[in-house]
């Protein structure tokens, strides 16, 4: 086995490298970056090989190694960092009720909410905040905006 190593040298940094790429995506998720950089250093290290630029001996690839490992490091190391923090932008889950349209019983403003039955359960109805009513009166018909738990945003129908 390690003759076989020796003799395809490059062919084995590259096989490394692009393991430790898999392991760093598959079992860590991007979270240690430190298989990710050794990992480019390896497949670095067998490109060089392969062009001839590095010889064929493990001298010369320990070396490359852990200096294209660095490298890689020294460059990647505040981008990766800037995407594991950055936030994830918060969406507006879509859902059932959206659209879902009926009309008031009692009056509601922006400051008093109402409530209304559906599917047998008391929902309180507030105005959202994309209206442009302060005020909705009974038996006015609303269409909900969004819905969260237990809540209906509604606006008023035709606005």
Not at 57 to 70: K, Q
Not at 143 to 159: C, D, L, N, P
Request: glycine share 10%; proline share 3%.
């Amino acid at each position: 086995m390690i003759d076989y190593i020796n003799a395809h040298m490059s062919g084995f940094w590259v096989a490394a490298g692009f393991a430790m790429l898999a392991a760093e995506v598959l079992i860590f998720g991007f979270t240690t970056l430190i298989l990710l950089f050794a990992g480019i250093g390896a497949i670095a290290t067998g490109l060089l090989m392969m062009a001839g630029i590095l010889p064929e001996t493990w001298v010369a690839g320990v070396s490359a190694f852990g200096i294209a490992t660095g490298i890689s490091a020294v460059l990647l190391w505040q981008p990766m960092r800037k995407m594991q923090t950055a936030a994830t932008p918060q969406q507006q889950q879509s859902n059932d009720f959206d659209g879902l349209e009926f009309v008031l019983e009692q009056a509601i403003s922006t400051s008093t909410p109402g409530k209304h039955r559906y599917s047998g359960i008391d929902w309180k109805v507030v105005i959202d905040d994309s209206s442009e009513h302060d005020e909705i009166a009974a038996g006015e018909r609303v269409r909900v905006a969004s819905a969260e738990v237990g809540v209906f945003r509604v606006v008023k129908k035709g606005s």
